[in-house]
């Protein structure tokens, strides 16, 4: 009987993007939308992007990863991926070393940011301005 692969699937969420993480034991390729990271565009993105598999180190490159993302901005989906990734390595290699790494650099990587944009209510143009009044 075959030796069975382990296969790990994440989600990370910052904004309205949306990412999936799919992790399998490999040779440490990370594919964002099929393109490799290597490429990714902007190079700011990028880096945002490989932050946690610095932080990994040695058990990152054992590991292929292989995202898609949807919706928000380029910066909202860098993050995001940057959460799949994170949380995907966290349950992939089971290090409290790790955890503790990760909360010590930037703890948004692990817990996510709450934040949303507050909904748009009547007599003004957006949530918290109002039409200004003019009595003469």
């Not at 598999?53 to 991926?81: P, W």
């Not at 918290?128 to 003019?134: G, H, I, P």
Request: glycine share 8%; net charge positive; charged share 30%.
């Amino acid at each position: 009987m075959p030796e069975r692969k382990k296969v790990l699937v994440t989600i990370g969420k910052r904004k309205t993007a949306i990412a999936k993480a799919i992790l399998r034991s490999g040779s440490g390729k990370v594919t964002i939308n099929s393109i490799p990271l290597e490429v990714f565009t902007p190079e700011m993105a990028q880096m945002k992007i490989m932050e946690p598999l610095m932080i990994a180190g040695e058990k990152a490159k054992e590991i292929d990863i292989e995202v898609n993302v949807v919706g928000g901005g380029l910066m909202a989906r860098a993050d995001a991926v940057r959460m799949a990734i994170a949380k995907g390595l966290l349950s992939f290699v089971k290090s409290a070393e790790l955890k503790k790494k990760l909360i010590m650099y930037d703890r948004s990587m692990i817990a996510g940011d709450p934040r949303r944009t507050e909904p748009k209510k009547f007599g003004g143009p957006g949530p918290r301005r109002r039409r200004q009044k003019s009595y003469r």
